[in-house]
RNA sequence: GUCCCCGUCGUCUAGUGGUUAGGACACCGCCCUUUCACGGCGGCAACACGGGUUCGAUUCCCGUCGGGGAUGCCA
């Protein structure tokens, strides 16, 4: 008797619909509106908007894996005009946190994948967190129980492990559930009811035939249906396990394409006979390689960072992220510039081309693309990542700083940033890049200090320096590049040494470091009083 | 173990039944130069291996090896 199932299940907290109705038949995605004039495309030809979705658990930080599968997504929408969904797997209740929940959107907003329906933005096929949709898993768990296409497991946790032992013992390897409550007669299920045990619903598999697909990315893809066992689709504690919860939201949001990670091939074998159970017309799968190590193992925190949100304290700006990830399992072919901006690669963006094999993580090319994207913006958006660098610092122009034409921080950190030029190529050094422009208090390389400065010669070139600077300069006024530059030239001259001999012990005097900008426009940059003063400091020490 | 996938310079990749196998990162030289970057020029460096198919394979097929993934009441 089937209606004892659904009997059965009536009983049940969440058998009661208390959403509106939900499109339940094949959703298709809204389509264009038709023309009224001119060519009308049959409608078997009509361009149809993709819908994909980007899934996410919020079991964790948002991962560089995680990000890439984001954002193939996104740029798939963007670029065929297609609808971007984020919808929430929190089925997990262990493991599902509303700190993961805000740090995935986080690392979503940073990276500035914008979505079009997702939890916090509404949509026609809402809502978008799985935890909110339990109604909805019941409802389809029913429809399968009436066709008796899913069966009752009592099966815990502790019959199953002590049953893979067995078969371990016995020399024997364990393949997965061994569809111990397939067959359970009435009796022993109403005997298991009247005890009121736990159970979970396990879909009933084909034992022959295969089950395949076409994939997106990797062209046929096929299992054996006999390798694949009965698994479970709804949980004991009444949730829906991904796979259930997964193929009924992505059915009834009219997702049409599912691009997910490599490691989700195996799972989707099992989902599509899902749909089937279902009855269901499947939408197109596409598999994307894995992201590994530098070594090619699987990338962890061993190998440095992994989360969004740890790249971004290391200074990588958003569309630098953007650009390198993309260029794992992408690329804009041929001899094509690779340093783009996110609008040129949704420009570009092709499913065709995007690559079947995994791709290691190369930390020193995304410094790489990140500096050169650093290098291309204009002078005031580095202004406007940089600010904040300097801000955090607790630094700020002082009064006695002020130079002509740089008289707030602002102002002073363009012309900063302006000398800089292309050393300005990481947000985490610029600090002490030119904190010595705001503070005396700054980085100092101990070891070339020993060894330009703190060196009899040194101090005695940098006492005859600061002096030369002193009458030759009115250092009351601002003074160019050019006159520091023809004062240094000239005592290096007059003493018979090379300009650098002058240079080299000033640069680490001024700067605390062997390397920097051009010295004269430090110089210029510090102010003639600031330069001395720092000279005949370090002349002294 | 079993199942699935992948395999072009160290890395990311372009590419083709006949190419001097292209670009980028890294690396090495040189130039520029006041250091360091930037930039410019040049260099090193690859079709995993073995069988087929073919007039000809890096390209197509099979095997091997290597790597990855899956094998959960996680997603």
Known sequence: M??????????????????????????????????????VPHPMNAPVPPRVRFAPSPTGHLHVGGARTALFNWLYARSQGGTFVLRIEDTDQERSSDESYAAILEGMNWLGLDWDEGPDAGGDFGPYRQSERLDLYRAHLIKLATEDKVYRCFCNADDLAAREAAVREAGGVWEGYDGHCRHLDADAIAAFEAESRPHAWRLRTPDEGSTFWYDVIVDKREFQNEVLVDRVIVKADGFPTYQFACVVDDHLMGITHVLRG???????????????ALDWKPPKFGHMPMILGPDKKRLSKRHGATSVAEFADQGIIPEAMVNYLALLGWSPGG?????????????????????????????????????????????????????????????????????????????????????????????????????????????????????????????????VLAGALSESLDLDAPQEAEAFEGVVRELAEKLGLKAGDLIHPARVALSGQSRSAGIFEVMELLGGPRTVRRLETAASA
């Open 2 to 39: 089937r209606g004892w199932w659904i009997r059965s299940n009536l009983g049940n907290p969440w058998a009661r619909p208390s959403r509106p109705a939900v499109p339940t038949s094949n959703a298709e995605p809204r389509a264009p509106a038709p023309a009224t004039t001119g060519k």
């Open 262 to 276: 490599d490691d989700h091939v195996s799972n989707t074998p099992f989902q599509l006979l899902i749909y089937q």
């Open 335 to 463: 001899s094509a510039d690779e340093v783009m901006r996110t609008k040129a690669i949704v420009g570009k963006f092709s499913l065709k081309k995007v690559n079947s094999s995994p791709a290691a993580f190369d930390y020193d090319k995304l410094a790489h693309i990140n500096a050169m994207h650093i290098k291309r913006l204009t002078p005031e958006e580095r202004l406007d990542l940089a600010l904040p660098m300097i801000e955090k610092q607790g630094w700020g122009l002082a009064d006695d700083w002020r130079i002509h034409g740089a008289d707030d921080t602002r102002a002073y950190l363009a012309r900063l940033l302006a000398m800089l030029g292309g050393r300005f190529s990481s947000l985490v050094n610029l600090p002490e890049q030119i904190g010595f422009f705001f503070t005396d208090d700054h980085f100092k390389d101990q070891e070339a200090w020993d060894e330009h400065v703190a060196t009899d010669e040194g101090r005695s070139r940098l006492k």
